[in-house]
């Protein structure tokens, strides 16, 4: 442990004073304060907030894990000259109260709880202000002090900042350094905690001039404290909910917490995928681990374009959306959201907002951080949320279930879908019956390499010869969940074609009157699904008699398709080849199947083909994309 910094270091006030410029709501930067106080010696903790608010953020202080806000009310000024325009709302500062956040990831709160751990002598020496006037401006990322020490940071940002021109920040900067010449007489080491905004002009008023008038304090109100309604953190905590619930983790837990605000961002993904799988089950995407690389690339791309170090919560929900899907980007963001060491508010809880806070008794009013970090906006990001449960079951009273159709656009989707594993079955039919022969005159369908390198001692070329397609195929199975279980699945209907260039569909999915997304709009999953092409009419699946030999839901499928197929070869989609009992099935109606392995195709766009949704009515055709999302 070593003693204060030298007159040489720019941090030093003097020989008894060292400044510590930090960056408000920077998880970095408050490691990177404790990390300097736990190497250099102090006795006394001065920070940039004024007296009344001691007490309460002391004992909030204390509390900690759990959040709190110590909000101080303004008092009305009437004698301001301050005259009205038509945003008199927004403008009028008598409005503005200031509140400093009981946040772990502030380095002031930081300081302070090592402070009270340590039995340091705490100091707030700012001056009371009735209506606060913060200097804030946007800051390079913290990040950089993962590599670079807190002096360095700090005199290489020396040259953009800004002289305050706000007449209270100056009488501020003198109070502070007036109180900091008394506090010099009677301690030996003092480290002074502020704004890295306010650290030059401190320094500047404390070295300027030895003695001089302090200014006068207002008249304020004693603050409050107050505990915040969980839904709202992210507006009072300078880092993500979530991440600052690993910040305090790993301080229970005694766990290194120096990468935390990097690695946190992709525990944050793993935990969103939990949720996420845990709500869609199987209609949910494989998040698979290059999945998750690739957002993270996409995150890492994104921040730097911002010209900053580590992702805000929007950068991490645009790159959610684009490589995961709205539903995912959904769950993220309200992972994010979650603190882990919340505890059950009470009826004295305060929501925040941007500037903005409702208090207990539903008031709101425009609100001022003491400790303001970097400026925060609104952006949009355009996502389809789950209908709330009141919607939903409004919607299932109105269901009318004499009228049902598909959605356009899916049918297009899945007949495609269909066209290709026909296709693909057609070609391994043909695939069987080729042969190689010795190259003469022509290559025929190409070389066959793999014979030319077998017989290579004899110099010959051998020539793949494909003979023509046989024969024609008018039905395909796919079986997306084998075996099935016939709880998931217990809506089992047939449909017709509306058209020549639909099949008639014979299928088993769940439920869809469990999951409404919108008037008239249900959705489903497919379990197993049987394509006739071109349509035919045919008896309902699920009812015909002739099928009542079958166990499964498979194996009725099946069945019904080596029955109503007019051509030998029927196509099948499954994760599992046939075993004995699909071949005997096919074997009693005179048919051969074809079997292509589920594999063989796209995860993501099988699960999103295996997603149905049922529309109340063609009518509801007209209004439906507004109201479907995608997993």
Same mark, same amino acid.
């Given at each position: %442990?070593?003693?204060?910094? &030298?007159?040489?270091?720019?941090?030093?006030?003097?020989?008894?004073?060292?400044?510590?410029?930090?960056?408000?709501?920077?998880?970095?930067?408050?490691?990177?304060?404790?990390?300097?106080?736990?190497?250099?010696?102090?006795?006394?903790?001065?920070?940039?907030?004024?007296?009344?608010?001691?007490?309460?953020?002391?004992?909030?202080?204390? +509390?900690?894990?759990?959040? $709190?806000?110590?909000?101080?009310?303004?008092?009305?000024?009437?004698?301001?000259?301050?005259? *009205?325009?038509?945003?008199?709302?927004?403008?009028?500062?008598?409005?503005?109260?200031?509140?400093?956040?009981?946040?772990?990831?502030?380095?002031?709160?930081?300081?302070?709880?090592?402070?009270?751990?340590?039995?340091?002598?705490?100091?707030?020496?700012?001056?009371?202000?009735?209506?606060?006037?913060?200097?804030?401006?946007?800051?390079?990322?913290?990040? $950089?002090?993962?590599?670079?020490?807190?002096?360095?940071?700090?005199?290489?940002?020396?040259?953009?900042?800004?002289?305050?021109?706000?007449?209270?920040?100056? +009488?501020?900067?003198?109070?502070?350094?007036?109180?900091?010449?008394?506090?010099?007489?009677?301690?030996?080491?003092?480290?002074?905690?502020?704004?890295?905004?306010?650290?030059?002009?401190?320094?500047?008023?404390?070295?300027?001039?030895?003695?001089?008038?302090?200014?006068?304090?207002?008249?304020?109100?004693?603050?409050?404290?107050?505990?915040?309604?969980?839904?709202?953190?992210?507006?009072?905590?300078?880092?993500?909910?979530?991440?600052?619930?690993?910040?305090?983790?790993?301080?229970?837990?005694?766990?290194?917490? /120096?990468?935390?605000?990097?690695?946190?961002?992709?525990?944050?993904?793993?935990?969103?995928?939990?949720?996420?799988? +845990?709500?869609?089950?199987?209609?949910?995407?494989?998040?698979?681990?290059?999945?998750?690389?690739?957002?993270?690339?996409?995150?890492?791309? %994104?921040?730097?374009?911002?010209?900053?170090?580590?992702?805000?919560?929007?950068?991490?929900?645009? $790159?959610?959306?684009?490589?995961?899907?709205?539903?995912?980007?959904?769950?993220?963001?309200?992972?994010?959201?979650?603190?882990?060491?919340?505890?059950?508010?009470?009826?004295?809880?305060?929501?925040?907002?941007?500037?903005?806070?409702?208090?207990?008794?539903?008031?709101?009013?425009?609100?001022? &951080?003491?400790?303001?970090?970097?400026?925060?906006?609104?952006?949009?990001?355009?996502?389809?949320?789950?209908?709330?449960?009141?919607?939903?079951?409004?919607?299932?009273?109105?269901?009318?279930?004499?009228?049902?159709?598909?959605?356009? *656009?899916?049918?297009?989707?899945?007949?495609?879908?269909?066209? @290709?594993?026909?296709? @693909?079955?057609?070609?391994?039919?043909?695939?069987?019956?080729?042969?190689?022969?010795?190259?003469?005159?022509?290559?025929?369908?190409?070389?066959?390499?793999?014979?030319?390198?077998?017989?290579?001692?004899?110099?010959?070329?051998?020539?793949?010869?494909?003979?023509?397609?046989?024969?024609?195929?008018?039905?395909?199975?796919?079986?997306?969940?084998?075996?099935?279980?016939?709880?998931?699945?217990?809506?089992?209907?047939?449909?017709?074609?509306?058209?020549?260039? /639909?099949?008639?569909?014979?299928?088993?999915?769940?439920?869809?009157?469990?999951?409404?997304?919108? *008037?008239?709009?249900?959705?489903?999953?497919?379990?197993?699904?049987?394509?006739?092409?071109? *349509?035919? $009419?045919? &008896?309902?699946?699920?009812?015909?008699?002739?099928?009542?030999?079958?166990?499964?839901?498979?194996?009725?499928?099946?069945?019904?398709?080596?029955?109503?197929?007019? /051509?030998?070869?029927?196509?099948?989609?499954?994760?599992?080849?046939?075993?004995?009992?699909?071949?005997?099935?096919?074997?009693?109606?005179?048919?051969?199947?074809?079997?292509?392995?589920?594999?063989?195709?796209?995860?993501?766009?099988?699960?999103?083909?295996? %997603?149905?949704?049922?529309?109340?009515?063609? /009518?509801?055709?007209?209004?439906?994309?507004?109201?479907?999302?995608?997993?």
């Amino acid at each position: %442990m070593s003693g204060p910094l &030298s007159l040489a270091s720019p941090l030093s006030l003097g020989d008894r004073i060292t400044c510590l410029p930090v960056v408000h709501g920077s998880g970095n930067c408050a490691l990177a304060v404790r990390q300097w106080l736990l190497e250099h010696k102090c006795d006394c903790l001065a920070v940039g907030l004024p007296e009344s608010f001691r007490s309460e953020v002391l004992a909030a202080i204390e +509390q900690l894990p759990a959040p $709190a806000i110590v909000l101080q009310r303004c008092l009305p000024n009437f004698a301001s000259q301050w005259e *009205p325009d038509e945003d008199s709302a927004r403008n009028d500062p008598t409005d503005a109260w200031s509140y400093v956040p009981i946040d772990p990831c502030q380095p002031v709160i930081m300081a302070l709880r090592m402070a009270l751990g340590e039995h340091w002598a705490v100091e707030f020496c700012d001056l009371e202000t009735n209506v606060f006037q913060p200097m804030a401006s946007v800051m390079p990322d913290p990040y $950089a002090l993962k590599t670079v020490s807190l002096e360095r940071f700090a005199t290489a940002i020396l040259p953009s900042l800004p002289r305050p021109f706000e007449e209270q920040t100056r +009488q501020r900067l003198r109070y502070m350094a007036g109180r900091l010449r008394e506090l010099e007489k009677t301690h030996r080491h003092i480290v002074m905690v502020c704004s890295i905004l306010e650290w030059p002009w401190l320094r500047e008023a404390y070295l300027s001039i030895a003695d001089f008038e302090q200014p006068a304090h207002d008249s304020v109100t004693l603050p409050t404290t107050h505990s915040i309604n969980p839904n709202s953190l992210i507006f009072l905590f300078g880092e993500l909910p979530f991440i600052t619930g690993l910040f305090e983790q790993a301080r229970v837990e005694l766990e290194d917490d /120096e990468n935390l605000s990097i690695d946190g961002v992709k525990q944050l993904l793993m935990s969103a995928r939990s949720s996420y799988l +845990q709500d869609l089950g199987k209609r949910a995407r494989r998040i698979t681990p290059l999945l998750l690389s690739q957002c993270l690339k996409y995150v890492r791309n %994104m921040t730097l374009l911002e010209h900053r170090m580590s992702p805000d919560l929007y950068t991490l929900g645009v $790159a959610a959306q684009q490589i995961l899907g709205d539903q995912y980007a959904i769950h993220m963001i309200q992972t994010a959201r979650n603190y882990a060491f919340h505890e059950d508010v009470g009826r004295d809880s305060i929501t925040m907002g941007i500037d903005q806070a409702r208090l207990p008794d539903g008031e709101t009013v425009s609100v001022v &951080s003491r400790l303001p970090g970097q400026p925060v906006s609104w952006r949009s990001l355009k996502l389809r949320p789950k209908p709330i449960v009141e919607d939903m079951d409004r919607w299932k009273t109105q269901w009318n279930p004499y009228s049902q159709c598909s959605w356009p *656009p899916e049918d297009n989707l899945i007949e495609s879908f269909r066209t @290709r594993v026909m296709d @693909r079955a057609k070609a391994m039919i043909g695939a069987d019956l080729a042969r190689s022969e010795k190259f003469s005159t022509s290559i025929k369908d190409g070389i066959d390499i793999r014979e030319t390198l077998r017989h290579w001692y004899d110099g010959d070329i051998y020539v793949k010869v494909m003979p023509p397609s046989i024969g024609a195929m008018d039905c395909c199975v796919m079986l997306f969940d084998s075996p099935a279980d016939p709880r998931d699945y217990p809506w089992r209907t047939t449909w017709f074609a509306e058209h020549k260039d /639909e099949s008639t569909l014979a299928f088993f999915a769940s439920d869809f009157q469990k999951e409404l997304i919108g *008037p008239g709009i249900a959705l489903a999953t497919y379990g197993g699904a049987m394509f006739l092409y071109p *349509p035919v $009419a045919i &008896s309902d699946i699920w009812q015909d008699p002739r099928l009542d030999f079958t166990n499964t839901l498979e194996d009725r499928l099946l069945a019904a398709a080596c029955l109503h197929s007019r /051509e030998r070869q029927v196509a099948l989609l499954s994760p599992i080849a046939p075993g004995a009992n699909w071949r005997r099935i096919a074997k009693r109606f005179h048919r051969q199947l074809i079997h292509i392995p589920l594999s063989h195709f796209n995860d993501a766009m099988v699960q999103q083909l295996r %997603m149905v949704h049922v529309l109340n009515g063609r /009518e509801v055709r007209s209004y439906a994309e507004h109201f479907i999302r995608k997993s």
